[in-house]
């Protein structure tokens, strides 16, 4: 089905407002954003990461979040899947899904490294971001991926700097997240 620009902004952006609002609270899938390189995919998700702080929000390769270790996604409220180019693997979007969906009982275990097993909240969210078109094997019907696009041509460099210096110097990350 294919959807208009604003209403894929406007999942977007109550997907992320979700995130903020409602720290307890899991959404039922992750989004796939997609899109060419310096685009400003990044930019775009440092409010939501600079409000969540580092100790429940980061960036991690969906390697490591796939591999069977909780260390990656120990305590994470928001999570950004990095540079996700898996599309000729079922096996990843099937362990992907696992994470994106939220367990029945609300909760997540969790097998540490070199350490115990850890049962924590479930109410992780995320984003996988690609340069690539097809970066992961969705499966047609699939709830469980809300796929953006930004196939745009790049802004100049001065274009991104200064949407970065409103961020630190005027107050931008509280102006988006209120």
């Known amino acids: 089905v294919s959807q208009s620009r604003y209403e894929e902004r406007e999942v977007v952006l109550d997907y992320l407002a979700c995130i903020v609002q409602r720290v307890s609270d899991k959404p039922a899938f992750f989004i796939g954003h997609r899109g060419g390189h ?19 929000s980061r960036a991690v390769e ?28 079922k096996k990843v979007a099937n362990s992907m899904k696992t994470i994106a969906a ?16 850890v049962t924590q909240l ?10 690539k078109r097809h970066f992961i094997a969705i499966e047609p019907g699939d709830k469980r991926y809300f796929i953006v696009d930004s196939w745009v041509e790049p802004k100049e460099e001065s274009y ?9 110097k005027q107050d931008g990350y509280a102006k988006v997240i209120s």
């Open 122 to 131: 479930d109410c992780m969210g995320g984003v996988m971001m690609s340069n």
């Open 38 to 56: 310096r685009t400003g995919k990044d930019l775009f998700y440092k409010p939501v990461m600079q409000a969540l702080g580092f100790r429940i």
């Open 160 to 168: 991104y700097k200064a949407i970065d210096c409103w961020y630190k």
């Open 62 to 89: 969906i390697d490591n979040i796939i591999a069977g270790w909780g260390d990656y996604v120990n305590e994470l409220k928001f999570v950004i899947v990095t540079e996700v180019d898996k599309a000729q693997d």
């Open 102 to 117: 939220p367990t029945a009982s609300g909760y997540r275990v969790l097998n540490m490294k070199g350490k115990s097993v």
